[in-house]
């Protein structure tokens, strides 16, 4: 360990035991949530690696990674954006000097963004996408659907991938905007979920609104804006942010052992290699995060990422059917007099959130053998040619 990581631990430790209160797990100013983040940004926590002209610090790998450590031991928010804030990173990387300053601090301090890439004919192949944007002096004018779009009832803006060239091959006619969700050329309507809930939504634009000035990135950059954008995705769900309703990484593991010792099978050889195998894979994972963050820390895209993303669907796939295992016949009740029963049976389910969401296993497995491994790329009959003509459009 260096001197310099431990005179930053030192000091975050000092921030924070002046400002935390751990035991309301609020500020010590006792301001709203906002009026935290506000502090932490002042302070350069938000984005520690960034330079100190762009609110962070020019701190290192493991410097950054001391401070987020040290919050998340305490429990305070809003450290460590510089690796998981998904608009904060894209502008960052792509955006105009002045789309910087107007809107990082936004997000930095909170705001709620929705992603509107995926649409009814385009999510695995996601540069198929159709709706369009035409520029009309100083906006662009929005018309097509999303679908699938996490979050958008409670978002402030949206990410969009919307195609402003028809004449360009598919991948060179897109951009990529920050619109304002709220407007009357946007409906959001929610979809229901096999779990009961309902997190997704359907996103209809008719002649919607977006400044130019909010365009990240090139006209017919956006694919490559998308690029920055998916990796802080899968990195944010291979570090297991689908399991944010089961709990942590620890308490999923400790979880297994537990169901183990209530249903008496502890003893059983084939079910105490299952838990192992599932607590090797959680480890094996952890490893992995560090290595694809330790490449997103010097600025790439890492395909290593896909790694970690593919891991935490497999590690959640083979948690929920462990404790089904564990739970026998009983897992065949629900409900609320069934409670365990209903937490394994809405894991299983849940699971394939993170199998399909933010690239399905089988894309990753394909960016996997192509980046990673170098094997041959998949043949792609389309992508040169004009989007336009491509048999998206024609049908
Ligand atoms: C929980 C959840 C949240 C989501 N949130 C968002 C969101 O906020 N914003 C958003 O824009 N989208 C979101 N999505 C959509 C998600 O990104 C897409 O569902 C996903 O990319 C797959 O696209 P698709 O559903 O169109 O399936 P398709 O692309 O039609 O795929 C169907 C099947 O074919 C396989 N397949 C397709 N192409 C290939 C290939 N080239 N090689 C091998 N197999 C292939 C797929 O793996 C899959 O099994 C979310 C999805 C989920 C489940």
Avoid at 53 to 68: D, N, Q
């Amino acid at each position: 360990m260096t001197d310099s990581v431990d005179e930053i631990r030192k000091e975050v430790r000092d921030w924070l035991a002046e400002h935390w209160d751990a035991e309301t797990g609020k500020g010590r100013s006792a301001g709203s949530v906002r009026d935290w983040l506000d502090h932490v940004i002042a302070a350069g926590w938000a984005a520690p690696s960034w330079p100190a002209a762009y609110w962070g610090r020019g701190l290192g790998k493991e410097e950054t990674s001391a401070v987020i450590n040290e919050f998340r031991k305490v429990g305070a928010p809003g450290a460590g954006q510089d690796r998981g804030n998904i608009p904060a990173n894209s502008i960052m990387q792509f955006g105009s000097e002045a789309l910087k300053r107007r809107m990082i601090p936004e997000f930095l301090r909170g705001a709620q963004v929705c992603l509107l890439y995926s649409e009814p004919g385009a999510g695995s192949d996601l540069a198929a996408v159709q709706t369009r944007a035409d520029r009309k002096g100083d906006v662009y004018v929005v018309t097509g659907q999303k679908v699938w779009t996490s979050g958008a009832h409670k978002a402030d803006y949206g990410l969009l991938l919307a195609r402003t060239d028809w004449d360009a091959p598919k991948h060179d006619g897109l951009s990529f905007f920050i619109i304002p969700i709220r407007q009357a050329g946007i409906e959001i309507r929610p979809i229901n979920q096999i779990t009961g809930d309902s997190h997704f939504n359907e996103v209809f634009l008719d002649n919607a609104e977006v400044a130019a000035d909010n365009r990240v990135g090139e006209e017919g950059q956006g694919w490559k804006v998308m690029q920055t954008a998916l990796a802080v995705e899968r990195l944010i769900m291979g570090e297991g942010a689908g399991e944010r309703r089961q709990g942590s990484m620890k308490d999923n593991v400790v979880s297994l052992i537990d169901i183990a010792r209530e249903t008496r099978k502890i003893g059983d050889p084939v079910l105490r290699q299952e838990i192992a195998q599932a607590m090797a894979y959680r480890q094996l994972n952890a490893l992995n995060i560090i290595r694809s963050k330790q490449e997103m820390a010097q600025g790439s895209s890492s395909p290593i990422m896909s790694l970690g993303k593919l891991a935490m669907s497999r590690i959640l796939h083979g948690d929920a059917a462990v404790m089904t295992k564990l739970l026998g016949a009983a897992s065949m009740l629900d409900a609320d007099a069934n409670p365990r029963a209903a937490d394994v049976n809405y894991r299983t389910a849940n699971a394939f959130m993170t199998s399909i969401g933010g690239g399905t296993d089988q894309i990753q497995r394909n960016i996997i053998s192509e980046r990673v491994l170098g094997l041959p790329r998949e043949t792609e009959a389309d992508r040169t040619i004009p989007f336009r003509e491509s048999r998206a459009v024609k049908g």
